[in-house]
């Protein structure tokens, strides 16, 4: 392994400046480290005592999280890690986040807490360290029968916190911990939870009433209560002022319109507001009347409309449709369509599967698999009217994943196509007119991680070929179970979608301990 990846780096010349900067880059970003590990030390001066923080192995953009060895009184030193709050974090927010910890987090594959330390207006979670693997690495050596389990263990950390009533809005891999060789799981990450209105968890029924409240409360600088990392708090900012909504309002729309106009301009979709239309021009003079309902054109009563008020936490590429399409009722459904998508990606060996920045680009995504039709259909279940310029029907999952990870297990290809599909061919080849941007792995990583596995010799990605012939890790025959549960899983209506407590029943799963 280690020879083949020599030899590889043997074949690129010698870049001196390059290694010079990388490893400038390198020295930069440490010293960067220790300067905000000192940092923390003096926010948080309780921290000398108990902790040697080491490294950091986390930064977001509402918490930094490191990896510290705590003294225990055996002795022996314990891992642990410190997710350091950004001080302007909401205190509502930070509370519920630990009590979503210490009361569901502990068991059945949740994050627990140890300790909680503040000093003024900095907050450190500390949690029992789970090494990882990064999702992406591993993606391509998974087996089928790991994949099998790490959804089991994912549904069962999304059980337990949706019989607590936490919606969780953000699951993806980076927040549900692997560690392959221990077999161990934990999802982590209560940031952006909410409570559904029979929450356990108290604090989350606050988090809730105060985000009511922000729809038309003013609030500064401070992480948005309501959810939202990126967004709300603009827009809780902008619906005080008309002209600067209607400004911020139209440059999303632009976004979305430019980024459908470079796919050929097939897709474009809208969503409105239900009947209640004209009523919900409120912010606009009496006598403007809409003059695009029902077309594919937004005019510039609807731009000047007050934005709706629904929580949009999370990341584009994992959010439910009932989420891009602004739904004000969501539930616990939102975490199983993102689980879905984690499913998808693990399928089909992509990740991310779908890549959007907005909203609407993710729904034109989502209908080039689960169809256009399907998706206007469900979206009227739940209030909402998506009008898209070109109808695209729904794939069927299996061909979809199999296609993108070059792997077919109902006729027996030769295993050099394989690979040279899996390696060559376009994420998703759907016919051009209907092209819709997907994210792959780059194909240098992709050589890359084949000749990394090569051994040693001269024509070591052939040896691959064959050797890959006898081990294809299960992906040869994947049941339809499988593809039945992520049918059930991607299902664009919440109220029908599968729950975290059904999928562990599901036949899939039929043969692993409970
Ligand atoms: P953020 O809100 O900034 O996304 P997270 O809680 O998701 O913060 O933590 C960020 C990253 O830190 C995670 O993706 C993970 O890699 C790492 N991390 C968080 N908690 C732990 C833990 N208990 N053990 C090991 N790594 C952790
Ligand atoms: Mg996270
Ligand atoms: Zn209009």
Redesign the pocket.
Known sequence: MEASLNTYQDEQPPLQAENFYRKHEKNSKLSGVKKDIEKLYEAVPQLVKVFKIKEK?????????Y?ATAQQQAGCEEKM?L?HLIPTSHPLRIAAELQCLTIAGGQDNV?GVRYCFRKNDHVVIV??????ESFLDILNSLSFEEVREYMFNLFKALRRIHHFGIVHR?VKP??F?YNRQLKEY?L??F?LAQGTPDTKIELLRVVQSESQQEGSVHHSVQRSVFGERNFNIHSSTYQESPTIKLIKQSKVMDVASRKLATKKKIISTKAVNNGVAKKAANSCPAILTCDCYATDRVCSVCLSRRQQVAPRAGTPGFRAPEVLTKCPTQTTAIDMWSAGIIFLSLLSGRYPFYKASDDLTALAQIMTIRGSRETIQAAKTFGKSVLCTKEVPAQDLRTLCERLRGTNSSCAKSTSDMHTNSLYEPALAIESDKKVEFASQPLGEKIQHLKNNCHEGDNGLEIKITEKATDLKGWDRVPDEAYDLLDKLLDLNPATRITAKEALLHHFFKDIRQ
């Open positions: 192995i986390g930064e977001g953009t509402f918490s930094s999280v990896l890690a997710k994050m949690m029992p360290y789970l090494e990882h953000d980076s927040n911990l934990a982590v990450d940031g």
